[in-house]
């Protein structure tokens, strides 16, 4: 009889090892199903993480004066469609600032700055796990983005390149800063000059018919407007032979204004804080007058050269020899020899630049006496400078005056011909206020502020010798317009000489069509965009 034992032994030894090959095959499965949800778990958090950071910008794009918190909740949401999240399964959207969740850490600072926070949670869901009970998994996505609270310093030459296209001629008055500065004197009159512009024409509230002065004024208020004084702030700084920002000496009180804003309403006073920001910056703009000197100089272009030097005097308006036609600035320290005119220039973009630096920086030095108070520095916010004028700099103080003496007999005054040539301050003899300005143009761009340019005036395209500028420029014809190269420079050449590549500015050839002015702000005011924070 045969012993059959071994044979069933070896089927029971079958038999085990499809039990185990089953149970291994189930955590196979398992581990692909487990591996699976997760990944499906990960797509779906890091799609919705890219949403929530599109939503935020989104929001705060909304961030505008007087914004409504519905506008920036619809934007988020038209973000968050877009990047196609299934609100099906969205559970909560959340999208707060400050005003909606007061006392928030995260959104309520000091100083208080545009920030926008959206929360999404959302269910996942699963496959595998949701056979075990599990059918879905919670996520969240969370982004806190931050318009950018400004800092803008516009810096305006007021000198009397102003009034260019204020009529000159025999009889005709209207030029000198003193006539048009008094003309319309409350901005009320319904008359209107044949050189005013179509939208400053009439009752325009702007005191004063200087022009292209009157459309400069009438464009930058338009910016102002466009500011959110809860967050921003603003300043204005004036040039002419020196810088001014609303300083005060003895009883009488300079054009400009420190940095002004970044307030919050007080609901227990009458008066809205924010409006009177905006307004004391307006204000500020309309008032500002164009550079008049000592007044009428007790000389006429028939005897000037019998006036004494005096080395602490001011430009005066000289006229013609009837005495009534206003023909140009001059000064009595250019009448006698050496014909030094070195505290008679009119044009200290260094100077402007330099306070408009010290004013967003915090390093006062020698420029705090020409701030009445000094303002709060704020690292957080953006830092802008705007600068308006022809770009001819011709006065600069560092701190006496800047110019050089082989340029005292010629024009122009006090700078050379050659925007290429760059000297140092140690080279006395050939250092000129055109360096000067760039110089000041590095300090300023190298504190990471974005530097903007408004050339305005028919000297931009024009050479020293007054013909038309050839493009581009070369030291060896010296035909080049150098109001237009320093301020292309001072716009974007500033940044990349320090290294603040990311902080260039740009450059607004406007020359002598004004009617581009306000469509130059609003550009301005669009390319302060938004930054995501977290």
């Not at 001014?244 to 309403?265: A, C, R």
């Amino acid at each position: 009889m045969k012993n059959r034992t071994p044979n069933l032994y070896q089927k029971k030894q079958k038999g085990q090892i499809l039990v185990l090959m089953g149970l291994l095959f189930i955590g196979l499965v398992a581990v692909v199903g487990l591996a699976l949800d997760m990944g499906l778990m990960f797509v779906a958090y890091s799609r919705l993480n890219r949403a929530v950071d599109a939503a935020a910008l989104a929001a705060t794009g909304e961030f505008k004066r007087h914004y409504l918190i519905d506008d920036m909740r619809a934007a988020a949401m038209q973000l968050l469609q877009m990047n196609d999240v299934d609100t099906s399964n969205t559970t909560a959207i959340d999208i707060d600032t400050c005003a909606t969740q007061p006392g928030d850490a995260e959104l309520c600072t000091t100083p208080q700055r545009k920030l926008v926070r959206v929360t999404v949670h959302q269910d996942v869901p699963l496959y595998f796990l949701s056979v075990v009970g599990i059918p879905s998994v919670p996520i969240e996505a969370k982004a806190v983005s931050e318009a950018a609270s400004l800092d803008v310093v516009l810096v305006v030459d007021h000198s009397t390149s102003m009034t260019e296209n204020n009529p000159k001629g025999t009889g005709i008055q209207v030029r000198a800063p003193k006539i048009c500065n008094e003309s319309d004197p409350l901005g009320t009159s319904s008359t209107t000059p044949s050189y005013d512009s179509p939208f400053t024409a009439g009752p325009d509230g702007l005191p004063g018919e200087c022009h292209p002065f009157e459309e400069v004024k009438y464009s930058a208020i338009s910016f102002v407007s466009r500011l959110d004084f809860q967050y921003d702030r603003m300043g204005v700084v004036v040039f002419d032979r020196s810088p001014h920002m609303g300083e005060i000496i003895g009883s009488y009180v300079y054009s400009g204004i420190p940095l002004t804003g970044n307030v919050t309403d007080n609901t227990s006073t009458a008066a809205n804080e924010t409006d009177a920001a905006q307004q004391a910056v307006t204000d500020a703009i309309k008032n500002m007058t164009v550079y008049e000197g000592s007044g009428k100089c007790p000389w006429d272009t028939s005897n000037k050269s019998t006036f004494p030097n005096d080395d602490a005097a001011e430009q005066c308006s000289i006229y013609l020899n009837d005495g009534i036609t206003y023909w140009s600035q001059d000064c009595p320290n250019t009448n006698q020899p050496p014909y030094d005119p070195s505290r008679c220039t009119s044009s200290n973009i260094g100077g402007g630049l330099a306070l408009a630096g010290n004013a967003l920086a915090g390093n006062y030095g020698s420029m705090a006496s020409y701030l009445p108070y000094i303002p709060l520095v704020r690292k957080e916010s953006v830092w802008v400078v705007i600068l308006i004028g022809d770009g001819n700099a011709n006065a600069g103080y560092a701190p006496d005056p800047i110019c050089p003496s082989y340029t005292w007999l010629r024009r122009p005054q006090c700078r050379d011909k050659d925007p290429y040539t760059r000297h140092t301050s140690t080279d006395t003899s050939n250092y000129d206020p055109d360096d000067y300005a760039r110089d000041m143009a590095d300090i300023v761009a190298g504190n990471s502020v974005y530097l903007f340019t408004i050339g305005l005036g028919s000297k931009l395209d024009t050479t020293d010798e007054g013909s038309l500028a050839s493009w581009p420029c070369d030291s060896t014809s010296l035909a080049c317009a150098p109001g237009q190269e320093l301020m292309q420079y001072i716009a974007f050449g500033a940044a990349n000489a320090v290294n603040q590549h990311t902080f260039e500015g740009s450059f607004y050839h406007v020359g002598t069509d004004v009617s581009q002015l306000e469509n130059v702000f609003l550009d301005i005011y669009n390319k302060l965009t938004t930054k995501l924070t977290k």
